[in-house]
């Protein structure tokens, strides 16, 4: 696997295998990987010819006083896990190669609506920083398909409308949460977490589960689960920053007709946010 951190040299390598007539993925990451990441690049590499991962810590997407500069960091065992799960290059580039105008001074990517929501309000700004440099990571790469993971659920919804609003000849596929065996879905962030953190930290899931098996058995008053569910997670971690059953294809609030939900959670634990969601088809 080549490592660049350099448009020139990624722009030449994409631009051969394009030539080839191959098909080529990008897997964007923050680094810090872990098995959901790898399992990105699992995906891509069955519906793609070339796997194109990046590495960026994206500093428009972190707001003030969050964890940006103290983000998890490990470049050189990032990229040995990226060789070993097949990607054919890592995509590196430094703060000023992502934003040649500085941060203040870059074309900014604003999809309304959707990312007002959810994590949105809990940080806003968030989803206007991931859609600037998801747009910006799709101009360098040029990638026919883009694959992220279900963990980010509302990311993945809110880059789905950015390319189909921008028109951009990108498939976006999703590949599913990957859990540790308690069930906790993995993330860069579950390493900030102490050993009673972690074991609180497996509420999350335990109770996304139930608030979806009641769904599944038919229970409609959805805003009861959610009280309900909210209170008992409220009981293992410090803050309960939302639980909540949408819609999956557009996060609205559901009616009682059919369709696939969604039930997501964003939970701090001490310091750490951490988010989560079980899918629930209602037939
Ligand atoms: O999901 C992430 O790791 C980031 O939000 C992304 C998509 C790489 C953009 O910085």
């Known amino acids: ?61 972190f ?39 500085g941060i203040e001074q870059a074309t900014r990517v ?19 920083g991931v859609t600037s440099v998801v747009a910006r990571l799709f101009a360098l790469v040029q990638p ?7 963990k980010d659920f509302q990311q993945q919804l809110v880059i789905r409308r950015m390319v189909e609003d921008l028109g951009l000849p990108i498939e976006v596929a999703v590949a599913p949460i990957v859990r540790e065996a308690d069930g906790l879905a993995m993330s860069s962030r579950n390493a900030y977490l102490g050993t009673d953190e972690r074991q609180a930290a497996t509420a999350i899931y335990q109770v996304l589960t139930a608030a979806a098996e009641e769904v599944r058995c038919g229970n409609r008053d959805f805003a009861a689960i959610e009280e309900n569910a909210a209170s008992k997670l409220a009981k293992s ?22 369709g696939q939900l969604v039930v997501l959670a964003a939970a701090l634990i001490g310091k750490v946010r951490l988010i989560d969601n079980v899918l629930v088809d209602i037939g």
């Not at 604003?110 to 206007?128: K, N």
């Not at 971690?237 to 059919?258: F, H, K, N, W």
């Open 144 to 150: 026919d398909v883009a694959v992220f993971g279900q």
């Open 110 to 128: 604003i999809v309304p609506g959707m990312t007002e929501r959810l994590c949105g309000a809990s940080r806003p700004g968030h989803f206007d």
């Open 237 to 258: 971690v410090s803050r309960v920053e939302y639980l909540a059953i949408r819609r999956a294809d557009d996060l609205a609030p559901p009616q009682t007709g059919s």
């Open 63 to 101: 707001g003030p006083g969050e964890d940006y500069a103290v983000y998890p960091r490990s470049l050189d065992s990032d990229a040995d896990k990226l060789a070993a799960a097949g990607a054919d290059l890592l995509f590196a580039p430094s703060v000023a190669a992502v934003y040649p105008f």
């Open 1 to 61: 696997m080549q490592t660049v951190s350099g448009k020139t040299v990624l722009r030449q390598a994409v631009a051969g295998w394009r030539a080839a007539g191959e098909r080529v993925a990008i897997v964007p990451t923050m680094g810090s990987l872990h098995g959901g990441h790898l399992s990105l690049v699992e995906t891509a590499r069955r519906i793609a010819d070339r796997v194109v991962a990046t590495i960026f810590v994206n500093p428009t997407q």
